[in-house]
């Protein structure tokens, strides 16, 4: 379509670079991390387009390597915060009245900008500050983020079109206003995809809102360099402000603030459970009830049964649960194998996962990395040493791991006799899979199980062969899970093919990257123009009878 020199994108996916030895995208990205291993990069807070320095600083270290500092980091204190808040309030009256084409361009650019010239500094930054390999920062702070900000416009498009009222009678225009909400946006972002902290932010502001973004103390660097991509694009002063500051203090004065208008939240299910009360409780200051969008935690399973692609159930086991150390929301952490299969599968399996090489992401025939941080690294290990002193768990790969030079957990599987144990039913967001393992004939059972054992519902895969047994299983975890899968592993949702969300305790469902997600950030007004309004407010019926 073409609109006043304004054209959208066409409607496909960035294709996804194989960084094979020899290409010259594994050159660049290799030279980009050698270039940002040597420096340190001081990040100041972003508050109308305005660098903001101011010396309360925390550094970011690399996770496989911390004692390797890669940036500086000068924190928001109260007045930044409250002068970012200002600053997307301003920026709203002329951003909220551009058409939508302009805003959208914006966004289109810095695709481009983030598809080509940017893309290794990107992947770089991604790789060296949330230890991804060069395909997990491929698939995310390239791809998928080129995705959201490409085929966003898409989905407003339709949005601006559809919500037009069907019926206009002779004498009266009926038309509907598709305003963005009154106030500013509150972004909280997770460490673990950059392309969701781009996309928190700057879907609700292509819908016409401004944002306050809270970027997580374990991904600034990367962050940072979106917030500079959408500024180099044309993003206007105000529009976006990128705010680093301690999480309870910005919370506090964002979530009182009278002219609070929406929470876009993507992280833990815990965090998210504390601002919805606060919300709750701040309700009687607010001058709208917020738009609360939540995507949250998950626990999410592969159901095997025992007529099955086996070769498949083992690649989407390990891929599933270990790639990006399993710090995926979506990652497979929970494994319903029938005996048969397992008696089968099981010494396959130990050896594929002995073959994973784990390490400096920089390194690429490294498939595992370090796990995020000190406190992911405790927690994680926690889990696996529990199960080691425990009668109702057996760990069968892994079970080691050395925070020496980074938190290094190796791919980690406990097989469990107790389905209500710990480690099946909880989100650990590590490399751990727990597996189950039940009596062939008691598929269906298995089924109710899944479905009842945790709170989250947010990924599913189910493995079988036969329609029937498909069909069994997708109509009993039809409320398991946002995102089911088929015959595959359940991560690796791609923007426009499977719009990605879960309910229950895994969130709002708003499926990012999809038009469902965008709606919540529109407020529509109706208007009525009636060309000839009546005159006498008598009506007919009040005349006497003749
Ligand atoms: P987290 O909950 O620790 O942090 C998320 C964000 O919330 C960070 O910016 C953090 O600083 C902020 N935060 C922390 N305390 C806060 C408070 N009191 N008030 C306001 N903000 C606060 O999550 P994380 O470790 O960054 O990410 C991992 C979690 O995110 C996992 O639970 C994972 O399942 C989830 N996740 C979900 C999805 C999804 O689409 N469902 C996607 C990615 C991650």
């Not at 994108?9 to 040597?38: A, C, H, I, T």
Request: proline share 6%.
């Amino acid at each position: 379509m073409s609109l006043n020199g304004f054209t959208l994108p066409p409607m496909e996916n960035e294709p996804v670079l194989g960084y094979l030895p020899g290409s010259p995208e594994r050159k660049s990205l290799q030279d980009e991390l050698k270039r940002q291993s040597q420096e340190i990069v001081e990040i100041p807070c972003i508050i109308n387009g305005e660098e903001v320095w101011t010396d309360n600083i925390v550094e970011q270290v690399m996770p496989h390597r911390h004692a390797h500092v890669i940036a500086r980091v000068h924190l928001a204190g109260e007045k930044e915060i409250r002068n970012a808040i200002e600053a997307s309030l301003h920026a709203h009256q002329s951003w909220s009245s551009l058409p939508w084409q302009e805003r959208a361009s914006i966004f289109i650019k810095a695709a481009d900008l983030l598809a080509g010239e940017r893309r290794a500094e990107v992947n770089a930054s991604t790789m060296l500050n949330q230890s991804k390999t060069c395909h997990q920062a491929e698939i995310d702070s390239a791809c998928e983020l080129i995705d959201f900000w490409r085929l966003n416009p898409h989905f407003a498009q339709q949005i601006y079109q559809n919500i037009q009222p069907p019926i206009s009678p002779e004498g009266i225009q009926n038309s509907c206003e598709g305003r963005a909400l009154e106030g500013f946006i509150f972004a909280v972002t997770p460490f673990n995809f950059t392309s969701i902290a781009g996309n928190l932010p700057s879907a609700p502001a292509l819908m016409g809102n401004t944002a306050v973004w809270k970027p997580s103390r374990n991904s600034y660097l990367s962050n940072y360099k979106i917030m500079q991509l959408m500024m180099d694009a044309g993003l206007p002063a105000g529009v976006i402000n990128f705010v680093p500051a301690r999480a309870s203090e910005i919370s506090d004065i964002c979530m009182s603030h009278p002219m609070l208008a929406g929470i876009h939240f993507t992280g833990s299910t815990g965090v998210f459970d504390h601002i919805w009360t606060q919300v709750g409780k701040n309700l009687p200051n607010l001058r709208s009830y917020p738009r609360i969008v939540g995507e949250t935690g998950g626990k999410d399973f592969i159901v095997a049964h025992p007529d099955c692609r086996e070769k498949a159930l083992l690649t989407a086991m390990l891929r599933g649960a270990f790639e990006f150390q399993g710090q995926k929301c979506s990652a497979a952490s929970r494994c319903y194998i029938p005996a048969s299969v397992w008696e089968r599968i099981k010494q396959p399996y130990i050896d594929e996962v002995a073959q994973v090489k784990m390490g400096d992401p920089a390194d690429f025939s490294n498939l595992v990395s370090a796990v995020i941080d000190e406190k992911a690294f405790n927690n994680i290990t926690g889990y696996i040493e529990r199960a080691r002193k425990s009668d109702d768990a057996e760990i069968i790969t892994g079970g080691n791991y050395d925070s020496t030079v980074g938190w290094f957990i190796e791919p980690t599987t406990i097989v469990v006799k107790d389905p209500q144990y710990e480690s099946i039913k909880e989100e650990i967001f590590g490399p751990v899979l727990t597996v189950y393992v039940y009596n062939d004939e008691e598929f269906e059972d298995v089924l109710k199980l899944c479905d009842e054992t945790s709170p989250y519902s947010l990924t599913g895969s189910i493995f079988a062969n036969q329609e029937a047994d498909i069909e069994t299983a997708t109509k009993a975890l039809r409320y398991s899970s946002g995102n089911y899968y088929i015959n595959d592993k359940p991560t690796g949702a791609v923007v426009g093919q499977q719009p990605f969300g879960g309910a229950r305790g895994s969130g709002t469902n708003d499926k990012a990257g999809s038009p469902i997600n965008l709606m919540r950030w529109v407020s529509v007004r109706t208007v009525k123009r009636n060309f000839n309004p009546p005159e006498d407010w008598r009506y007919g019926f009040l005349k006497p009878d003749e």
